[in-house]
């Protein structure tokens, strides 16, 4: 039966044509039903066919040749080829319809007409083979394919920096919302690569059935987005500047300066920015403005963090409660401020200082109106100069110079540091002492005091190296302390008495109501002369 089989090569019968007659050959394993056979040796104009024999053969299933027809040459056809090209021209197809008369088309025949059609590319030559050589009959079967062109690849823009979205807030760790932080601003150092350009890759051409090259989609090429205060290197785009990185009409900018048109509130969360800041409005209560730059405030400040690295100006006033703080490396400018706590190099106040926290590394200027300093602590390395110092109800108000408040500051903390560690030694040495009593009255320790006191003396070893460094930067602090400047406390106007006035050897506390006058350490004794 795989013999049969292989001799049909798929057809569903075989016709053999000798000078007088018609045989067939019938493919029992195919689908074709004795109707199929009739029909198609009607269309190939084979006439006075034996009907009664090719049904009585074909129901006992007779395997060999047998004759059907006899041969009428005047009615014999001719192969039939037909070639067909896609409208890409990727493609092209054969049909073939073997006949049964003398003209017989071969692979040959098939060559040439090919070279006509001019389809030289991606040919199935095997494919043709078999189909002629065997006389399958195939309705527009593929017989040749041209390769297709390869894609090439637009080039990519990879952004290093975060483009934020406006985030309502951030989620803590305990998984409730932080409505304050909500990390809109994107901060860049000068230098910093801020996006790559990865260039494009051009496509490699293909060729149609004719040879022809068709030539792959052009790749786009996307310019480098380079805004202001960058700079381009290479393939790459870097900040010429700190401040606020951001992506505006396709191209990348660095601002120096960050607007905030209105309040800082929940609507902008707290401002930590490398450049400069202004607000058109107010600092709410409890949010934080943090900048490397100058911080420029129109409004109040209520009981708010501002830090700057720079200066910091505040057009109306700062009303702490007790909260409320203002840390600047150069100067800070305020119109009053009100229960808050203010550090600086240069402090310079309008109206007044009210209960308020001053201290500046150079000097504190309270003057241009009202000119008040009133409760709290004032403390200034060179000058406090102020209009009014204190009020009728001898509010208790402390005036300190000489001293640097930030030296002063660490060295109180390097003190209660020292004194810290030193209750933690003396119980570390109360600890070794008694495993070592034990020792000596032969007492054997267990592996849980070996251990103990392995871990004794190794804490006193470390506390010790900590005892001696902190023991030099004591030193030092102290040094720098007595080599304060003789500072200056000017009142240009009157003050009352429970004014206190401390430089850094001497404490004067204002018995009675004294107008202009100026007081500085003379042989480590603050006097008084008038202005």
């Not at 007409?113 to 389809?119: A, P, Y």
């Not at 107010?282 to 409004?299: C, L, M, P, S, T």
Request: aromatic share 4%.
């Amino acid at each position: 039966m795989n013999k049969n089989k292989n001799q049909f090569n798929g057809k569903e019968y075989l016709l053999k044509f000798t000078d007088s007659d018609v045989k067939i050959k019938i493919n029992y394993d195919s689908d074709i039903s004795l109707s199929d056979i009739k029909d198609s040796l009607q269309e190939k104009n084979i006439v006075e066919v034996d009907s009664e024999l090719l049904e009585e053969r074909f129901q006992d299933r007779y395997e060999d040749w047998f004759t059907i027809a006899p041969r009428i040459k005047d009615l014999d056809e001719d192969d039939k080829i037909s070639l067909k090209i896609s409208d890409d021209r990727m493609k092209a197809f054969m049909s073939f319809d073997p006949g049964n008369g003398s003209s017989i088309i071969h692979y040959e025949d098939v060559k040439i007409l090919l070279e006509e059609k001019d389809i030289c590319f991606g040919l199935k030559e095997d494919q043709i083979k078999k189909i002629i050589e065997n006389r399958i009959p195939v309705n527009e079967t593929l017989i040749a394919e041209g390769k297709k062109p390869e894609a090439g690849k637009d080039s990519e823009l990879i952004y290093h920096f975060e483009q934020k979205e406006k985030n309502v807030g951030t989620l803590r760790q305990d998984g409730t919302m932080d409505f304050h932080n909500r990390n809109l601003i994107t901060n860049v150092k000068k230098g910093e690569k801020l996006l790559t350009k990865i260039p494009a890759q051009k496509g490699k051409p293909g060729r149609n059935v004719k040879g022809d090259e068709v030539k792959p989609q052009p790749v786009k090429d996307k310019k480098l987005p380079r805004g202001k205060n960058t700079v381009k290197k290479d393939l790459c785009v870097y900040a010429a500047i700190d401040g606020q990185v951001i992506k505006e009409k396709d191209k990348v900018h660095v601002r120096p300066v960050l607007n905030i048109k209105g309040d800082v509130d929940l609507t902008t969360g707290n401002i930590d920015f490398l450049g400069s800041v202004k607000i058109s409005g107010d600092v709410r209560e409890g949010f934080i403005v943090k900048a490397a730059g100058d911080i420029d405030i129109q409004g109040n400040v209520g009981a708010a963090e501002i830090k700057s690295s720079q200066n910091v100006s505040i057009k109306k006033g700062f009303l702490g409660r007790g909260k409320g703080k203002i840390e600047a490396e150069g100067e800070v400018r305020v119109r009053f401020v009100e229960n808050g706590s203010i550090t600086a190099e240069k402090i310079m106040i309008h109206d007044a200082s009210m209960h308020s926290e001053l201290k500046a590394k150079d000097r504190i200027v309270v003057k241009g109106g009202k000119g008040l300093i009133v409760g709290g602590k004032a403390s200034a390395h060179s000058l406090i100069e102020a209009n009014i110092v204190g009020s009728s109800l001898a509010t208790k108000t402390i005036l300190e110079v000489g001293l640097d408040p930030g030296i002063h500051a660490k060295y109180k903390e390097k003190k209660d540091e020292m004194e810290s560690l030193k209750k933690n030694l003396d119980k570390v040495m109360k600890g070794i002492r008694m495993l070592k009593q034990l020792k000596n009255k032969g007492i054997k320790l267990t592996k849980d005091k070996i251990v103990m006191f392995n871990k004794f003396l190794e804490t006193e070893k470390e506390l010790k190296k900590k005892e001696k460094n902190l023991k030099e930067e004591i030193e030092d602090l102290e040094l720098q302390l007595s080599n304060n400047v003789k500072g200056e406390i000017k009142i240009n106007e009157l003050v009352f008495p429970g004014v206190h006035l401390l430089s850094s050897k001497d404490k004067l506390i204002i018995q009675n109501k004294t107008a202009e006058s100026c007081f500085t350490e003379v042989n480590g004794e603050l006097r008084q002369k008038t202005l």
